[in-house]
């Protein structure tokens, strides 16, 4: 239990001490020079925002018109910036006329949280930086300039867990978050970045960009997790022998995803697959082929959705790349024509008619037209032609061929014959109606 009495004659020195401060003259004439900063900050931020031209109109026009803008936009910002000058200023007159500026200092820390707080709010537009600024960043930095930062590090270091040979202090989960958070965001944003770099190489073939890209991907996020460990101070040699027991761990668990990104891999060196491929999966769902992840690969559809689809699928189960080393696609358009048509005319008619049509192609074969059987209703034909491309949404190829096949027929008086049905009703005999 705590010395009353001990604790009344700390209270009444702090309250001596406190009472000293006010009523000594270097406590008023430290009052007064930081009212006179702040005041001298005030009027000289509103003359300079009334008569200099890059804070009094904003810039439309001329040369350095980015950086100028950029400037005229931070003119709020110019106040707290000569408040925290001129109480700079005032701590050194102190110091130089009454040899005490402690007063002064303590304003000046406070004009510099307030001004890290304007310049948080008007260059960090994201949520999750901004209040991680605010409440973390302005925190660390007042105690910075209040001297106690040895201090708090000093108590994070002793609040640890130790188990064996083992310690983790409340700084180092501190120090991990940070960094970690910090070369990975770094990471993410340069691997991006180079990653477009390689995509726009259009000399180099696809597969090969992708390849590098996911190469580069890698390599980045490997170096930010050794900047890491080193920030972290962790041995190496011991992280090697911990990283192979959690490998084994995982490995169990997380085989399904490793099994997945090696699968990206083998995609990626064997050329099965390339970026714009028209792919159909084993479940009758098809797309075209925008992106091969580390994990997953994204089919888009004709309807503008994206199927995730795991790597490990184009491995292990059958597909259809219809576009692997030819684009050209063959298809076929059937029509029939009643029996009282002179079929022989039908023929030339049609190959006619696709001869009008740009889109299908004359190689590997020129568009035929085939007779295929003779129906219970009518002479059966086909067209089949060739095409560069997908019949999808943006292709309409066997659409304008039955246009065209219409037209044609129509043209010269063939009918084009559709199955009849006729329904005959029999009276069941035996039975008499009641």
Not at 81 to 106: E, M, P, T
Not at 270 to 295: A, P
Request: aromatic letters at 10%; proline letters at 3%; a positive charge.
């Amino acid at each position: 239990m705590p010395d009353i009495n001990a604790l009344k004659l700390q209270a009444q020195h702090y309250l001596d001490v406190l009472v000293g401060w006010l009523s000594s003259p270097q406590f008023y004439a430290q009052v007064i020079a930081i009212i006179a900063a702040v005041l001298i900050a005030r009027i000289a931020a509103k003359q300079m925002l009334a008569k200099l031209w890059l804070f009094n109109t904003e810039p439309a026009e001329g040369k350095l018109l980015r950086y100028r803008k950029l400037l005229y936009s931070c003119r709020d910002l110019l106040r707290p910036v000569l408040v925290v000058a001129f109480l700079a200023v005032a701590a050194s007159v102190c110091d130089a006329a009454i040899g005490s500026s402690w007063l002064v200092r303590i304003g000046g820390t406070v004009a510099v949280v307030s001004l890290l707080y304007a310049v948080i709010n008007r260059f960090i537009s994201n949520p999750l930086f901004n209040a991680a600024a605010r409440w973390i960043g302005m925190p660390l930095a007042a105690i910075y300039m209040f001297g106690q930062m040895d201090n708090l590090i000093a108590w994070l270091e002793s609040v640890a867990l130790q188990a064996g040979n083992i310690r983790i202090s409340a700084l180092t989960l501190i120090k991990a978050g940070v960094f970690g958070a910090m070369f990975f965001w770094v990471g993410r944003v340069s691997s991006n970045a180079g990653q477009k770099v390689i995509r726009d190489q259009e000399t180099v073939d696809m597969q090969t960009r992708e390849l590098a890209a996911k190469a580069l991907e890698l390599v980045v996020f490997g170096v930010a997790a050794l900047l890491l460990f080193n920030v972290l101070g962790m041995d190496l040699g011991a992280l090697a022998v911990f990283g192979g027991a959690l490998g084994v761990g995982l490995g169990f668990g997380l085989q399904q995803i490793a099994s997945n990104f090696i699968s990206g891999i083998i995609i990626l060196l064997e050329r099965s697959l390339k970026i714009g491929d028209f792919i159909e999966l084993e479940d009758g769902r098809s797309g075209t082929l925008r992106e091969i992840r580390m994990r997953s690969s994204i089919l888009t559809t004709y309807d503008g959705k994206d199927i995730m689809v795991p790597n490990e699928r184009f491995v292990t189960t059958r597909f259809v790349n219809w576009t692997h080393d030819d684009p050209r696609q063959r298809y076929e358009v059937p029509f029939t024509v009643s029996y009282d048509t002179d079929i022989h005319k039908v023929a030339p008619l049609i190959a006619k008619a696709m001869a009008k049509l740009p889109a299908l192609l004359q190689e590997p074969e020129k568009p035929e037209c085939e007779l295929k059987s003779f129906g219970d209703n009518g002479v059966k034909f086909a067209v089949k032609f060739w095409v560069n491309g997908i019949d999808d949404g943006k292709n309409s190829y066997c659409s304008d061929v039955m246009y065209a096949v219409w037209d044609a027929l129509k043209s010269a008086g063939i009918d084009m014959k559709m199955p009849a049905r006729q329904v005959n009703l029999v009276d069941t005999p035996g039975k008499k109606e009641k």
